[in-house]
């Protein structure tokens, strides 16, 4: 049995500078199981905080399309080859959350939010998001957009046409979403047609700007019908152009009731390439229920014709930091999960630091607003979407470390991650996990302790051709590993994660 000795390798190495944009291969990447995502808000993603507030004041700098290229060779060096893009359209100012509008609350879908751009630039506000996107090309960085699935209270007082009403010809807010109305996308009988036409501008503006693909936030809550229309619409312009859909498994019912409700299986036969899975639930798993979400991803995205996969969606903007539910074990655990499953990589700016997304402002009074929001609204614990506030990043190098050497060693094994064989393996605890990834006969073993308080020990795992001479090399992990005919048997601190390569096997 030996160690290996990792050493943080410069992803810079494993980048192809082929990719300039001319031609997209998001799609095709994609389905391939070799998209490595990063999650990002450009209003804050390199915001200027000079004075540590952590609020961007009326002096500093926030976040823009031009000063986010002094960022994008860091995201190469971390190993992404993809951004999401939360959010590029105007946001709403009336009934707002935050004091700069939350960037889903869409004050339309055909122009780019004013507050991403560079005032002192001589370029356009399309030509600055095309400029951003082309440096992100020259780095073989491919961008996804994000589309809102509701529109501002603004943009319902200038075109109530594309707006669902009740019987008293009010707004309607869905469930707790109170700075977004509703939008009335029509049935699969019979589409709204306003509302088609205003999400094919959207297209033709992330088009313009040369992004490869959208991510439909809420996808489930317009129908099949429309989605249809806008992906077809699409790929007639750009063949390879990837449509991710926000929807999960695990979601029932729409948030509210005159939204319609598509799920998730019904938007892959629409034509979404992937969607979120339910990966999010890992904090409350045990092993078994991991393992069995796996392989239900896995038999579903082969039951359809054409390829489609899934993202693993264990860190999102949507959820708590990581950090916060439990403690930088769970990080790690994420990073090396995203390295050795079967799907497309995923976490949101800040996550690779150990960010926690607490701000000291959150929720108090603000001097200054350009909302109608005279506090500074933030969702505990998650990154800001609402008010200018500081750039994303811890300061835990722990985690950074592992990390960046999870990514490398996805990069460096990418065939056998996104093609390889997936092998459950049988413990004799249920808070423990244990699975082999096989290609080629090249192998790697991971197990994970689910419990983040109690360490689990004299753990025994059936892994089937492992004998006592075989050698392995410890990628993560504790060493306190030794080998029986056909069994590991290990004890497992709390939260631990470890990943073993094996050499014969």
Not at 70 to 96: M, Q, S, W
Not at 323 to 338: K, P, Q, Y
Request: hydrophobic content about 40%; charged content about 25%.
């Amino acid at each position: 049995m030996k160690k290996s000795l990792l050493i943080c390798l410069l992803l810079t190495a494993f980048i192809s500078p082929t990719f300039a944009g001319e031609d997209n291969d998001l799609r095709t990447l994609f389905l391939n199981n070799k998209a490595r995502i990063c999650a990002i808000n450009i209003r804050t993603f390199n915001a200027q905080d000079v004075n540590g507030n952590e609020i961007i004041d009326e002096d500093e700098v926030s976040g823009n399309f031009l000063n986010a290229i002094d960022r994008l060779d860091e995201i190469a060096n971390l190993g992404f080859n993809t951004l999401h893009v939360l959010p590029i359209t105007p946001v709403g100012r009336l009934k707002a959350l935050g004091t700069a509008g939350s960037v889903y609350s869409a004050a339309d879908f055909w122009s780019i939010n004013s507050q991403l751009v560079d005032k002192n630039s001589e370029l356009s506000d399309i030509e600055q998001a095309k400029k951003f996107i082309d440096e992100c090309h020259k780095r073989n960085i491919r961008v996804i957009i994000d589309l809102p699935s509701c529109g501002a209270y603004d943009l319902f007082l200038t075109h109530p046409e594309l707006f669902l009403k009740d019987s008293r010809q009010c707004s309607i807010v869905p469930t707790d979403w109170t700075d977004v109305r509703l939008l009335n996308v029509g049935t699969n009988k019979k589409l709204n047609q306003d509302v088609l036409d205003a999400h094919k501008k959207f297209v033709d503006m992330v088009l313009k700007i040369g992004a490869d693909g959208i991510r439909a936030d809420v996808a489930t809550i317009k129908p099949a019908a429309f989605w249809q229309e806008i992906i077809k619409y699409t790929r007639s312009k750009d063949p390879e152009f990837m449509f991710l859909a926000e929807a999960s498994d695990s979601w029932r019912e729409p948030p509210s009731i005159y939204a319609s409700f598509t799920p998730y299986d019904k938007l892959l036969q629409a034509g979404f390439d992937g969607y979120y899975g339910s990966f999010f639930n890992l904090k409350d798993w045990n092993a078994e229920q991991f393992i069995e979400h796996i392989k239900f991803n896995q038999k579903l995205l082969d039951s359809y014709k054409e390829p489609k996969s899934v993202i693993l969606s264990f860190s999102t903007h949507d959820e708590i930091s990581p950090i916060l539910l439990h403690g930088e074990d769970f990080s790690i655990m994420i990073a090396w999960l995203n390295a050795t499953l079967p799907f497309n990589a995923y976490c949101v700016d800040g996550f690779f630091n150990g960010d926690s997304y607490l701000y000291p402002w959150a929720n108090t009074k603000a001097q200054d607003t350009e909302t109608d929001d005279i506090y500074y609204f933030v969702h505990r614990g998650k990154i800001d979407l609402f008010n200018f506030s500081r750039k994303p990043g811890g300061d835990n190098d722990k985690i950074l470390y592992n990390f960046k050497n999870a990514a490398a060693f996805r990069i460096n094994n990418s065939d056998l991650i996104a093609k390889g064989d997936f092998i459950p393996l049988k413990t004799d605890n249920e808070k423990v996990f244990a699975f082999r990834r096989d290609m080629n006969k090249k192998s790697i073993i991971v197990i994970g302790n689910l419990d983040f308080k109690n360490p689990q020990y004299k753990i025994t795992i059936k892994a089937p051709g492992v004998r006592k001479k075989n050698d392995f090399a410890i990628l993560t992990g504790n060493e306190n590993i030794k080998t029986a005919r056909n069994k590991i048997l290990t004890d497992m601190d709390a939260g631990e994660i470890k990943v073993i390569e094996a050499v014969r096997l």
